[in-house]
């Protein structure tokens, strides 16, 4: 079956540590998006890539790095200058980047040990 | 810049009920609307959408909703709802282009109760 996984479902990162998550889909899809979702709070962009090798920051990319080497591939980085990483990251891709339907993953919910 | 509300934190409303929760954006030109749901510890999925043409949309799941552009509204309505709909639900706006610009409400959360 075709979509996007997060992985993992759960992280946790201790002080001054750089974490990594994984989102990966097999849909073909062309561009690709991170979002940061706090309780009673929208979704939030963080990163976002329209095409491989090229990434561009959203409205709240401070503290966060990304990479796109692979079609299918979108990790997004958690730097230690993040003060405030306690959230659930949610991955999204879509065919063009234009107005379509965005797919969403399952998400991965990142806690401050 | 666009922005949305979602006037309502919570709603509560018994099975077999009517259900309407209230989305109004501001922007200056004609939006895209969308209305996405997300199940407790998930993804969003995508209801329904409004591009242009009728201003009553049919969506997935018994959903519909209705561009009102005097009201600047776009509400979500369910004639009957059913347990499984609980849920968290989020209307977002674009500008047009790609989704990058989209701008997500902070979310009405729907309680059946039985």
């Known amino acids: 079956d075709g979509g996007i996984t997060q992985s993992p479902k759960y992280l946790f990162r201790k002080e001054g540590q750089n974490v990594t998550l994984s989102c990966e889909q097999n849909?073909?899809?062309?561009?690709m998006y991170w979002y940061r979702q706090d309780p009673g709070q929208g979704l939030r962009l963080i990163y976002y890539?329209?095409?491989?090798?090229?990434?561009q920051k959203g409205d709240i990319a401070e503290g966060y790095s990304v990479s796109r080497e692979k079609k299918e591939s979108f990790p997004l980085t958690v730097t230690s200058a993040q003060k405030n990483p306690t959230a659930f990251y949610l991955c999204?891709?879509?065919?063009?980047?234009?107005?379509?339907?965005?797919?969403f993953g399952s998400g991965t919910q990142l806690s401050v040990l | 810049a666009q922005s949305v509300t979602q006037p309502d934190i919570h709603i509560t409303v018994s099975e077999g009920a009517s259900l309407e929760l209230r989305c109004n954006y501001s922007?200056?030109?004609?939006?895209?609307l969308f209305w996405y749901v997300q199940s407790p510890g998930q993804g969003l999925q995508l209801l329904l959408k409004?591009?242009?043409?009728?201003?009553l949309v049919q969506g997935i799941k018994g959903f519909e909703a209705e561009f009102k552009r005097s009201q600047s509204s776009f509400n979500l309505r369910k004639p009957s709802v059913h347990w499984s709909d609980a849920a968290e639900y989020f209307c977002a706006v674009g500008a047009g282009g790609g989704a990058d610009g989209l701008t997500f409400g902070k979310g009405t959360h729907l309680i059946i109760q039985p």
């Open positions: 922007y200056g030109a004609t939006p895209y």
């Open positions: 409004y591009f242009s043409g009728d201003t």
């Open positions: 849909l073909n899809h062309d561009a």
């Open positions: 890539s329209q095409i491989v090798n090229d990434f």
């Open positions: 999204a891709s879509n065919p063009t980047g234009f107005y379509e339907k965005l797919f």
